[in-house]
T-cell receptor, first 113, second 114 residues
């Protein structure tokens, strides 16, 4: 089944404790992206990757890191989480040709206390 | 700046009534346009998309949307609402064909009244 998976689905952590949210897709997509969803703000792009070893900042990159060492994986790293990073996070992927539909993972709800 | 506006953060309609969710975008160049639906505690699912073919686009679950270049709009409609349509709906636009980025509206929560 074609899908984007994220882990963990739920995470409660404390300020300053490094964490990684994993994202994996099995559709051989070149493009991957991370978004955060906050009430009243919709989804905002954090980082994106056009292909392996090619990443760039989105609209709200502060406090986040990413890497793209393999085509299928695109982890999101919070080196020192803060309470303002409490949010719902989505990973998405798509081909760079055709209809450009982005497929979304199920989301990771992060709470930083 | 390029932006996407969804009028009405909450919309309520009676079961069987017309659903109309509004989306406007700011761009002089026709972009790619999408509607996604998010059910409680789930990810986003594509409803339909416009990619410069027919201006009236049909999607899943009986939804459709019409691209109107002169009004820079892409409103979502469904002739007869069903209880299962209760969800949050997001309009998304790809303005820049270089990085595939989607710019989202702030979402509209649709409530269906029995």
């Amino acid at each position: 089944e074609a899908q984007v998976t994220q882990n963990p689905r739920y995470l409660i952590t404390v300020t300053g404790k490094k964490l990684t949210v994993t994202c994996s897709q099995n559709m051989n997509h070149e493009y991957m992206s991370w978004y955060r969803q906050d009430p009243g703000l919709g989804l905002r792009q954090i980082y994106y990757s056009m292909n392996v070893e090619v990443t760039d900042k989105g609209d709200v990159p502060e406090g986040y890191k990413v890497s793209r060492k393999e085509k299928r994986n695109f982890p999101l790293i919070l080196e020192s989480p803060s309470p303002n990073q409490t949010s719902l996070y989505f990973c998405a992927s798509s081909h760079r040709t055709g209809g450009y539909e982005q497929y979304f993972g199920p989301g990771t709800r992060l709470t930083v206390t | 700046a390029q932006s996407v506006t969804q009028l009405g953060s909450h919309v309520s309609v009676s079961e069987g009534a017309l659903v109309l969710l509004r989306c406007n975008y700011s761009s002089s160049v026709p972009p790619y346009l999408f509607w996604y639906v998010q059910y409680p505690n789930q990810g986003l699912q594509l409803l339909l998309k416009y990619t410069s073919a027919a201006t009236l686009v049909k999607g899943i679950n009986g939804f459709e949307a019409e691209f109107k270049k002169s009004e820079t709009s892409f409103h979502l409609t469904k002739p007869s609402a069903h209880m299962s349509d209760a969800a949050e709906y997001f309009c998304a636009v790809r303005f820049n064909f270089g990085n595939e980025k989607l710019t989202f509206g702030t979402g509209t929560r649709l409530t269906i009244i029995p």
